[in-house]
């Protein structure tokens, strides 16, 4: 699969973020082993602990559906700059990936960068690490 496919599913999910408050929209979009994709967007509320990212969205959606080996993420917003996952999203794309996932962070016209989640997120807390 080509990484703009990736990038072009995340920005079409973008378009759905629910996001009065800070008026930034994300989207993201999973693509797993079983070669499915995935797309999520940030949705905000009223109560700020209770929104959730475009990133968390799209692994969630993935793992309800039983895909739950990540093989790589695509994330964009409304900016000009590269959108990265926030700590808490990379927490838990490390949850469900291995070394070889891709992070894929774009911008607003779909130019990215790749990265390897070990490099966005080094020493990240595992399953191996509570056995």
Known sequence: ???????????KAKKNAYVP?????????????????FVGCNVENASYGAAICAERTAVVKAVSEGDT???????????????????????????????????????????YVRYYVKDILPHAFTKKDLL
């Open 69 to 111: 080996k990540i093989k790589a993420i695509a994330i964009t917003s409304d900016s000009e700059d590269y959108t990265f996952p926030c700590g808490i999203c990379r927490q838990v794309i490390a949850e469900f990936c291995d070394e070889e996932t891709q992070v894929i962070c774009s911008n607003k016209n779909g130019k």
């Open 21 to 37: 408050y800070s008026e930034f929209r994300v989207g993201a979009a999973v693509l797993t082993d079983s070669g499915k994709v």
């Open 1 to 11: 699969m080509e990484w703009e496919y990736l990038v072009e599913k995340a920005i």
